[in-house]
């Protein structure tokens, strides 16, 4: 490629992008209104964000709050790639592999183009707002200068980076799988900066972050504010080291860039290769090797495969299992916790025993065609329940366990384990009757649509009807625990809970599966449609 040919590649990519934005609001009112209401909100809230940097300017914390802000900046740059792919048309570098286009004008090119959309707008506004907040002297100013287009460039070329060497990923199963998961990650993430802004405030606020922004303004991107920072307190030598790693850094990940771009551009997708790959056996071996022969086996293996693979199934399971873990951690670890938080975990992984056929979708008129009697049905809900335990038996436990160790209540341990484990019971023989009376259809469409048009009030019925009948199921080790709590009783008494819970939780399984066994094989025709519908 000649020279002016590469120098002109880049405004090229600068008028696509903004051809892109511009043709993405043709046609359609309703979205172009959502891009000015949403532009208008992301400069107003710009400006403020600012102006309230601006402000910071001679306060004793201000180098502590920009560092740790640009920080946040760039790892919010690094994971939104990961998590929102689809967001931005030209995140996918494979889309120009077969143009004749040399790696390195092409970074600078995607670089520039990069650059243009609200995004980079407001990186840029937080990024002068930091600086002007820790800008002193004439010194100070000329870093400013420096670091605010050094911040906004470090953090385009790492999400840049990240998504080309992630691009077969995003683009893969696995990668939508992740979009969906995304929103449990937000919502984690803002449990965490809860309670950490509870113990910063209990711990004399500011003053204990300023360890972590020592470490912090010496990792680029940070090292521009970092940069900014040292040159107003007259510390030129620590500002010019942190300008050079700066550099370092952001030449460092354009190279990864273009050595990813060139590794794409050369490199053939995986998928044509498939094949020519000798077949593999996916049903010996591993931890498939451990199952059960016959039906229940491949039952079990269904059923995990769906937690695995089938992104819905996965983001209601891992959203499970992460909030049953937080809610009884945190109250613990906030001083307002009890031991008995610990059947919250088990109660939300209980609820996966809820609607089994639907989650089958229209695949499961393969598994009606192997039901012919209760037997069938029975030997097949026997084994999706045992499939649903083999991961929510040892995750109660680990809760319980992790809960009676922060709260440091090992007495009742026994206690709140049996109950909790009775109460999973409990909820595994509800959920496999309302799999029996209320299924309901699950679409494939729509990462947050579960249920289809018109089996709303079904499903409800079916999930908290069931919660409420696990509660009655439950009710006499719930009453026994709560007797031996606050009478006074043998120390041997509560010990009881654990075995009597196991048994409990046993009983009622059985007694579960084998009434929703005889509805299924009744109801199967009904069941089928119910679960094919939409």
Known sequence: ?????????????????????????????????????????SLAFSAFATLGLTLLHGHAHAGTVVVLLAAVLALGWTVMPLFFPSGDETLDPSRLVMLPLRPRPLVRALLASSLVGTGPLFTLCLAAGSVAAVAHGAAGVVAAVLGAPLLLLGCVALARAVATANVRLLTSRKGRDLAVLSGLLIAIGAQLVNFASQRLAQQGGLTALEPVEAVVRWLPPATAVGMVDSAGKGAYAEAAAQLALTLAALTGLLWFWERSLTRLMVTPDGSTLAAAEPEKDRRTGGFWSFLPAGRTGAAMQRTLRYVVRDPKTKSAWVSALAVGMIVPVFNALQGTGSLYLACFGAGMLGVQMYNQFGQDTSAFWMVAQTISSPRDAFVELRARAAALALVTVPYTVLVTTVTAALVGNWERYPAALGLALALLGSMLCTGALASAHFPYSIPTEGAFKNVAPGQGGLAWLGIFGGMLTSAVICSPVIALTIYTTFATVPGYLPLLILPLGVAWAALATWAGLRLASTTVSRKLPEILAAVSKG
């Open 1 to 41: 490629m000649s020279t002016a040919a590469a120098t002109s590649l880049t405004p090229l990519f600068v008028r696509l992008k903004l051809s892109l934005m511009r043709n993405g609001l043709k046609g359609s009112s309703k979205r172009k209104a959502v891009w000015i209401v949403s532009l208008v909100l």
